[in-house]
């Protein structure tokens, strides 16, 4: 998709381009914002057991793990 830069287009081609974007926007169905935040509360909670936000890296698996000390002689 090439790129545009909306600086160069003329008044009348950005207004065309938003009128687009809102008959596009139109199509989409709407759904009560009570309604999505309970299934993502559901689907976050169906995977809390793997989800290493929740429980951490286990020192084994973690790549980021130091692995020897700072030695100052």
């Known amino acids: 998709m090439p ?3 909306v600086d160069d ?6 207004a065309v381009m938003e009128v687009n974007q809102l008959k596009i926007e139109i199509k989409l169905e709407r759904w009560l914002t009570s309604k999505c935040c309970e299934e993502i509360k559901e689907y976050i909670q169906a995977g809390v ?3 290493t936000l929740f429980k ?3 020192e084994e698996k973690n790549p980021f793990k130091e692995k020897g ?3 100052i002689c």
């Open 56 to 58: 951490g890296i286990s």
């Open 69 to 71: 000390g700072c030695v």
């Open 9 to 14: 287009l003329t008044d009348k081609d950005k």
């Open 3 to 5: 790129v545009i830069n």
């Open 49 to 51: 057991d793997e989800d």
